[in-house]
């Protein structure tokens, strides 16, 4: 019996505008940097996970990461705030935080608005 392996990309319908949109994994940005540069497969994967490594480490120090043109990597204050525990209706007290966010830059964004 042979087997057949399908690989399904996950789609989405904007009602909007009814275009499909569609995800690149990392292994395919890989393969497209790899593809246009000419370097090997598995040097611009260890730049990227290098480049992620970097990113990661500038936001756990505090420090925001600016790309002129593309974006920012920057910490978000989340105000400390009371939830409520529906299972044994109690009160929890969610101290304030940082969580990292991705802000395009102006220009990025024109981009992509005039591509759609």
């Known amino acids: ?24 994994t990392k292994a395919e940005v890989v393969n497209e940097i790899s593809e ?3 370097i090997e497969r598995a040097v611009v994967q260890e730049s990227i996970e290098s480049f992620f490594t970097v990113v990661k480490g500038s936001l756990v120090k505090g420090e925001n990461v600016y ?7 920057i910490l978000q204050k989340r105000a400390q705030k ?10 929890i007290t ?12 102006k220009s990025f964004v024109a981009k992509v608005k005039r591509s759609n």
Not at 1 to 24: D, E, G, P
Not at 67 to 73: A, D, K, P, T
């Open 82 to 91: 009371i939830a409520r525990n529906i299972s044994r209706n109690t009160q």
């Open 67 to 73: 790309f002129r043109g593309f974006g920012s990597f």
């Open 36 to 38: 246009r540069t000419g």
């Open 94 to 105: 969610i101290p304030a935080h940082h969580i990292p966010k991705f802000k395009p830059s």
């Open 1 to 24: 019996m042979a087997r057949f392996l399908i690989i399904v990309k996950k789609v989405y319908f904007c009602s909007a505008t009814l275009k499909i949109l569609s995800q690149m």
